[in-house]
């Protein structure tokens, strides 16, 4: 029960630093409204056609693999640093782990979502 309590202490401090924060930064900032400034801010070009563009579904693909395997990266080193204590039963879980990233790997060649067109 005791740490339930930390835990409720501990999210109530993190709602009032943030909303003191808000706040503070509300009361202090200055204020000159000026429709120019509710523009889209476009590297100081005029923004022209519709902002809801389709773009193709391979791109996000293609940035979610790029994401899988730098995550992939991130899970390999600690298993590579702590390579000799995990022995047999480490080496067999980052087989399995490999094995699987190269099936979707392999998945995503074959629906040719790593050609960039």
């Known amino acids: 029960m005791l740490s339930w309590v930390n835990v409720a202490i501990f999210l109530i401090a993190?709602?009032?630093v943030?909303?003191?924060?808000?706040g503070m930064a509300?009361?202090?900032r200055p204020s000159y409204?000026?429709?120019?400034k509710l523009d889209p801010y476009e590297c100081g070009e005029v923004p022209?056609?519709?902002a809801q563009v389709r773009f193709n579904i391979?791109?996000?693909i293609f940035a979610l693999i790029f994401v899988v395997f730098d995550i992939e990266s991130v899970f390999i080193y600690p298993w590579a640093v702590l390579?000799?204590?995990l022995g047999v039963f480490g080496f067999f879980e980052m087989l399995v782990f490999l094995v699987i990233l190269v099936v979707g790997l392999v998945y995503a060649w074959k629906k040719k979502v790593l050609e960039w067109v």
Request: charged share 20%.
């Open 14 to 16: 993190g709602v009032v």
């Open 18 to 22: 943030v909303a003191v924060g808000l």
């Open 26 to 28: 509300w009361l202090l």
């Open 33 to 36: 409204p000026d429709p120019k």
């Open 48 to 50: 022209f056609g519709d």
């Open 58 to 60: 391979r791109y996000y």
């Open 83 to 85: 390579f000799r204590q």
